[in-house]
């Protein structure tokens, strides 16, 4: 009698694997995500390269030694995509895309998709979440009706796999998205976690096999991580981030791993009635209706990766009647901000205990550089002072416990960035060089505690 297949409870939610059923995974500590799965059911899975042989071939061992060319790449004909991928797409890597439900991920692939097949390459694009007429009616929409992209409504993966071996080799292939995959030869549900790791792997063995560069969209969970075993962020080449606020028309995208290129870059766009539209100067974008009379807005002159950038930071501070004021953030981390609020009680002795605070970074931007404190203190201070900050001013520093304000990197860049756009003034660290003679135009403020900034030096005099 054929000998049945040990099963194995793997969880949804985080991949940790278990010989027996639980309500309580130990290793995420989620309850009632623990589902039952083949064990060896993988390998009978087309393309996933699980084999049952006992012999290896021997390799051959290389030195570090010796110049390693630079990985060949086209063009996405879209300026702020090829920022964020390091220079364009290398044929045969493989493209994680996350993002919220409605931000634009679908908008921005399907762009892409006409963009690479009007430059005479062949575009493929799987859909598993829409049909054929929604993906014709949003091409129509962005005026790409007439692009010669493929086309196919599909989430089975043998199909889709037999149709990209099938006539000329595919230059980019777009699947929406991997969660929706399926394999007959797998039990488990779409979506779980044995599901999208065979989908992910056989997708992945054929793109570096065929030397097609692949893009998968993925699902992200309540949290913001992209759903499903974080074995898939590991398989693939470049990791990238989508985000926005339905509010807000801007879109972000966020590079967060990239083995071909630098991590932590950004693309900007913005959202209009024709699709995406691409934002070469996202600072002016940030800046355009900013009230510079009001009291509580501070300019600050960031880094996005390799980008200057400059966004206000806007902070609102009113009397509470509440026992425990309240404590608002949008777009930074509120642990930093009550921080910051300790280090002016503690070593300023300027109390906002008695106060509701609100900060919010202007845009929908969500700022995570620790030199972006002073800009906040500023904001703080001006809002509990009613004192408006002169309009010609930008800010950037980090602020330690001690009050002490820290260097921040890229100075220069920073501070060229800001005079391109008409500022005058800079509140920066004692400590740090601004190496460019161009930059010392600007009236540069140099503070070495934060001390300096609440006793009432004003620095636009």
Known sequence: MAKTAKSSFVCQNCGAVSNKWSGKCVACNEWNTISEEAGDAVASVPGSGLTRSSRGRVVTLETLAGKSEEAPRFSTGMAELDRVTGGGIVPGSAILIGGEPGIGKSTLLLQLSAAVANSGRRSLYFSGEEATAQVRLRAERLGLSQAPVGLAAETNLTNILSTLGEGKRPDLIVVDSIQTLWADALEAAPGTVSQVR?????????????????????????????????VVEHMVDTVLYFEGDSGHPFRILRAVKNRFGPTDEIGVFEMVQLGLREVA???????????????????????????????????????????????????WDANRLNMLLAVLEARCRVSFAQHDVYLNVAGGLKITEPAADLAAAAALLSSLSGAPIASDQVYFGEISLSGAIRAATHMTLRLKEAQKLGFTRAVIPSAGEVEDASVKKMKLLRYGHLKELAAGVEPCQ
Request: aromatic share 4%; proline share 7%.
């Open 198 to 230: 065979a989908a992910t792997q056989s997708l992945i063995r054929f793109a570096k096999a065929a030397g097609s560069a692949l893009i998968l969209v993925g699902h992200v969970t309540k949290d913001g991580q992209i759903a499903g075993p974080k």
């Open 281 to 331: 100067n996202p600072s002016e974008l940030f800046l355009g209706d900013r009230d510079a009379k009001s009291p509580g807005a501070a300019v600050f002159a960031g880094i996005e990766g390799t980008r200057p950038l400059l966004v206000e930071i806007q902070a609102l501070v009113a009397p509470s009647g509440l026992g425990t004021p309240r404590r608002a953030v949008v777009g």
